[in-house]
Structures are given as structure tokens and as C-alpha cells.
């Protein structure tokens, strides 16, 4: 099994994505941490857009009643929109489908979308997102992708990846790592039990409590909390209902 790791989504070259690659996104604060668990509370599927015009035209051809529309632009809230905070989302998804729209983690799954598979990964699901690329590895090169924030380097989607290559090597085996990929691997081991004092130094952390969004950063630092994996299929984002619920 191959594992490379791109540092930032501008990285990825959409030209080079087939059968052959298996691509896992990371955008830990906040958009792969917020569509995992609105899954969990109980999304019927999230509509990844490009940005907030597609998300508008998208919303257009559902009924209102059947949708939550949310998103963000450089961490602002967009008019009209729900802010794409997980828990403050808890009570609007249930049964519906979620049409998002964010700066980065959107976007990184949109340009990954020509690859055999996209899955969402987070601190809060990345052992059960683990375990269904080893279950469904058939010899591809896995690709992960750290979206990271107007082509700046994030340190809390690296430090989600290697949480992630920390579990998939202990159920794959043999691995065989780029550089980059060992470095996030290496990184998250020597800080693995601050998740929460990591994510809170970072510069999007930071920003979230200055916004007395506290509570949700605690929340998306927790790790192993949902047994979500959620995958791209077609335009839409799913996973397996039957393991999909929260239990807070």
C-alpha cells in the first residue's frame, strides 16, 4: 500500500486523479469534522459546492422543507446561510440534505472528485474511515489531502492525517510512506495526546475562540467519536446509515 500526502489542496492536480488513486480529505476546522458528524445527527447527504453561488443554485431545485443550506467565506457567515458549526447544525440536518459551501474543505473535495473514491476524514471518525480504505484497498495509491486555508499550509489537517496513516498502518501492515506522509504519521504520534492544546494554537483555532466557538472546537478535537465514513458518490456525499448515529 502506497500512502503520499499533499500539504495543501492547491497541490493537487486534477489531471492525475483515475482508478488508480483513492484520495482522503482532511479539513479537521472545520468542514470534514462538520459533514461527519451531520451525517451522525442523521443528514441524508451533504452537497459539497464550490462556492456560495453554486450552493444557491443548487438549493433552487429542492423543496425547502428537505434541505439546510450552510456555509462560510473566509471564516465570515454568509447571508441567509447557517453557519457550518457541528454542534450548532444538530438540530437542522436531521433527515434532510445539507447543501455546503466553505473556503476550503469544499472546494479540496470538489478537485478530488475524479479519483475511484473520496472519503471525509476527521479526528472524530479517521479509525472508521481507516478501516473501510483497508477494507477496500484494490492496489491504488493512496492520496491524502490537507486543505488547508488559502493555499497556506494547515497544521491541524496534518496532524489529522497522521492520526489517521497512525491507524490505517496498524490494520494494513506493510505500508509504504512517501516522506510526507511519515512526517504527518511522526508528527501526530509525538503530540497525540494534545489534540485539544494543538488545535487551539493554530491560526484557525485561535480565531474560533475568539468567536466563543470553544465549545465546538473541544468537540471536533475529540477523537475516535463516530463510526461516520463518508464518501463522495456522485455529487453527494453519503455513508452507511446503519453505523452513522451519535450517541452524545
Same mark, same amino acid.
Given at each position: ?17 483515475? $482508478? ?24 441524508? =447527504? ?18 425547502? +422543507? ?12 454568509? +447571508? ?19 447543501? &455546503? @459551501? ?20 476527521? &479526528?472524530?471518525?479517521?479509525? =472508521? ?7 477496500? $484497498? +484494490? ?19 496534518? $496532524?489529522?492525517?497522521? %492520526?489517521?496513516? @497512525? ?20 508528527? $501526530? ?28 472546537? %473541544? ?6 467519536? &463516530? ?18 448515529? %451519535?450517541?452524545?
Amino acid at each position: 500500500m502506497k500512502i503520499h500526502l499533499l500539504f495543501k489542496k492547491e497541490e493537487l492536480d486534477e489531471t492525475k486523479l483515475d $482508478y488508480s488513486k483513492t484520495v482522503v480529505i482532511f479539513d479537521i476546522l472545520l468542514a470534514t469534522s462538520t459533514i461527519s458528524t451531520c451525517l451522525s445527527f442523521g443528514a441524508r =447527504a451533504v452537497i459539497p459546492t464550490a462556492d456560495e453561488d453554486e450552493a444557491r443554485e443548487t438549493a433552487k431545485s429542492w423543496p425547502a +422543507e428537505e434541505i439546510c443550506v450552510a456555509g462560510e467565506w473566509n471564516g465570515l457567515p454568509i +447571508e441567509d446561510f447557517s453557519y457550518p458549526l457541528p454542534l450548532s447544525l444538530k438540530q437542522e440536518v436531521a433527515n434532510k440534505t445539507l447543501i &455546503l @459551501s466553505t473556503t476550503n474543505g469544499t472546494v479540496a473535495i470538489r478537485k478530488a472528485a475524479a479519483a475511484r473514491k473520496v472519503w471525509i476524514a476527521s &479526528l472524530l471518525n479517521g479509525p =472508521a474511515v481507516a478501516r473501510k480504505v483497508h477494507a477496500e $484497498y +484494490e492496489d491504488e495509491t493512496i492520496l491524502l489531502v490537507c486543505a488547508g486555508s488559502a493555499n497556506q499550509f494547515c497544521l491541524e489537517d496534518f $496532524y489529522g492525517a497522521g %492520526y489517521f496513516l @497512525s491507524e490505517l498502518t496498524q490494520q494494513a501492515g506493510k505500508v509504504q510512506l512517501t516522506d510526507s506522509a511519515l512526517s504527518a504519521k511522526l508528527f $501526530y504520534e509525538s503530540q497525540a495526546d494534545r489534540s485539544e492544546i494543538l488545535l487551539a494554537g493554530t491560526r484557525v483555532g485561535g480565531s474560533l475562540l475568539e468567536f466563543d466557538l470553544g465549545e465546538d472546537l %473541544y468537540f471536533v478535537s475529540q477523537k475516535n467519536q &463516530l463510526e461516520t465514513a463518508p464518501y463522495l458518490s456522485g455529487n453527494q456525499i453519503i455513508c452507511d446509515r446503519s453505523v452513522s448515529v %451519535y450517541n452524545a
